[in-house]
T-cell receptor, first 111, second 118 residues
Framework: EDQVTQSPEALRLQEGESSSLNCSYTVSGLRGLFWYRQDPGKGPEFLFTLYSAGEEKEKERLKATLTKKESFLHITAPKPEDSATYLC????????????FGIGTKLQVIP | GAVVSQHPSRVICKSGTSVKIECRSLDFQATTMFWYRQFPKQSLMLMAT?????????EQGVEKDKFLINHASLTLSTLTVTSAHPEDSSFYIC??????????????FGPGTRLTVT
C-alpha cells in the first residue's frame, strides 16, 4: 500500500529563517509527486509536480527536490504569508491509481 | 489558469434532507473529477472518482447511494449528500484533472464546501 509521511507535523519559523519540510514516500513505481499549499478553510493550491529522482523545481521562495525515497520542500527566507499547511502526495504508475496524500506540515512564520 | 470553483462554500442543513454541491472547472476541460472529504488533522480522503459521461468509481467504505455523484459534462460534477446526518458534517473538496495536460497528473482543487448537518 502506498504511504506518504510528512515531517515535522508543525514548524514555527521566524521571518527570514530558512528551513525544509520532508515528505517520505513508499510507492510501487512513482508517476509523480505533488506539493500543495493549503490555507485554513480552503482547498489545496497546486505548487509543483516532480517526476524523477534528481529533479528540482522552484517558485519564489520555494524549491522542491526529489530522491527515490523522499522529497524536500525548501523554504528560503520565509515571510508570514508563507504560513499554511503544505501537503505532499504521490501518484503511482501503472494504470490509474489514486493519489495518496500525506497529513501535511503546518508552517507558521512569525514576523 | 486551471481554476476550479465549488458552490456553495458553506451549507447548513437539517438531518434527513439532501444537499447538492457543484464543482466546475472554469478555464479547462476536466477528463476526471475527484471528490474528497477532509477531517481536521487528517489527510484528504478520496471518496470517488468520476469521468464525464460515465458512472463514478467509489472508494471502499463510501456509500454510493448516500453520496450521489454526477459528471454531466467536461466542466461540471455534482455531489449530492442524500438523507444527511450529523456524521456527514465535514469539509468536502472537489478536484479536477485537465484534459489538455493528460500526460500530467496534477489535480486542481476547488475551494471546498463546509457542510454542517444539524
Amino acid at each position: 500500500e502506498d504511504q506518504v509521511t510528512q515531517s515535522p507535523e508543525a514548524l514555527r519559523l521566524q521571518e527570514g529563517e530558512s528551513s525544509s519540510l520532508n515528505c517520505s514516500y513508499t510507492v510501487s513505481g512513482l508517476r509523480g509527486l505533488f506539493w500543495y499549499r493549503q490555507d485554513p478553510g480552503k482547498g489545496p493550491e497546486f505548487l509543483f509536480t516532480l517526476y524523477s529522482a534528481g529533479e528540482e523545481k522552484e517558485k519564489e521562495r520555494l524549491k522542491a527536490t526529489l530522491t527515490k525515497k523522499e522529497s524536500f520542500l525548501h523554504i528560503t527566507a520565509p515571510k508570514p504569508e508563507d504560513s499554511a499547511t503544505y501537503l505532499c502526495a504521490v501518484q503511482p504508475s501503472g494504470g490509474y491509481q489514486k493519489v495518496t496524500f500525506g497529513i501535511g506540515t503546518k508552517l507558521q512564520v512569525i514576523p | 489558469g486551471a481554476v476550479v470553483s465549488q458552490h456553495p462554500s458553506r451549507v447548513i442543513c437539517k438531518s434527513g434532507t439532501s444537499v447538492k454541491i457543484e464543482c466546475r472547472s472554469l478555464d479547462f476541460q476536466a477528463t476526471t473529477m475527484f471528490w474528497y472529504r477532509q477531517f481536521p488533522k487528517q489527510s484528504l480522503m478520496l471518496m470517488a472518482t468520476s469521468n464525464e459521461g460515465s458512472k463514478a468509481t467509489y472508494e471502499q467504505g463510501v456509500e454510493k447511494d448516500k453520496f450521489l455523484i454526477n459528471h454531466a459534462s467536461l466542466t461540471l460534477s455534482t455531489l449530492t449528500v442524500t438523507s444527511a446526518h450529523p456524521e456527514d458534517s465535514s469539509f468536502y473538496i472537489c478536484s479536477a484533472r485537465s484534459r489538455q495536460t493528460s500526460n500530467h497528473y496534477e489535480q486542481y482543487f476547488g475551494p471546498g464546501t463546509r457542510l454542517t448537518v444539524t
